[in-house]
């Protein structure tokens, strides 16, 4: 089984792990550690930082505001431990910045799904999301 990672619990965020740790281990990471806590208490284990998450995930989960947050997540500390690890990047953002994105993982041996999602928070709770 994968090991799964899970950055970003923001009101979409945290509904999509939820479902997600119904059926997987769950390692989470946010920059307000408070918001992990819903998701820790249903057994998910808070890394610490993004480089733990990503030495103790193989499957990365993306999902944050816009395509500035994900610059401020994907640093030089990031790319050095993406290589064999695919990111799914379930975050909306344009055309362009994904492939950006895709540029940086990929040059650094990782593997890149741009999996945005459509819908409401409601739908992140019913667990009925479209993902593109």
């Known amino acids: 089984m994968a090991?799964?990672?899970?950055?970003?619990?923001?009101?979409?965020?945290?509904?999509?792990?939820?479902?997600?740790?119904?059926?997987?281990?769950?390692?989470?990471?946010?920059?307000?550690?408070?918001?992990?806590?819903?998701?820790?208490?249903?057994?998910?284990?808070?890394?610490?930082?993004?480089?733990?998450?990503?030495?103790?995930?193989?499957?990365i989960f993306l999902m944050v505001t816009d395509f500035y947050a994900i610059e401020s997540i994907i640093d030089e500390d990031f790319l050095s431990h993406i290589s064999d690890k695919t990111l799914i990047n379930m975050s909306t953002i344009a055309p362009a910045e994904s492939r950006t994105v895709s540029t940086w993982i990929t040059e650094h041996n990782g593997q890149y799904v741009e999996a945005p999602v459509s819908g409401s928070v409601f739908a992140a709770e019913s667990g009925s999301l479209l993902i593109l």
Not at 13 to 18: H, I, Q, S, V
Request: hydrophobic share 40%; proline share 5%; charged share 15%.
């Open 3 to 59: 090991k799964i990672g899970w950055i970003g619990l923001g009101q979409m965020g945290t509904p999509m792990a939820t479902h997600l740790l119904q059926d997987n281990s769950l390692m989470v990471y946010n920059r307000t550690s408070a918001k992990a806590k819903p998701l820790v208490e249903q057994g998910a284990t808070l890394a610490q930082s993004v480089p733990e998450l990503l030495t103790n995930s193989d499957v």
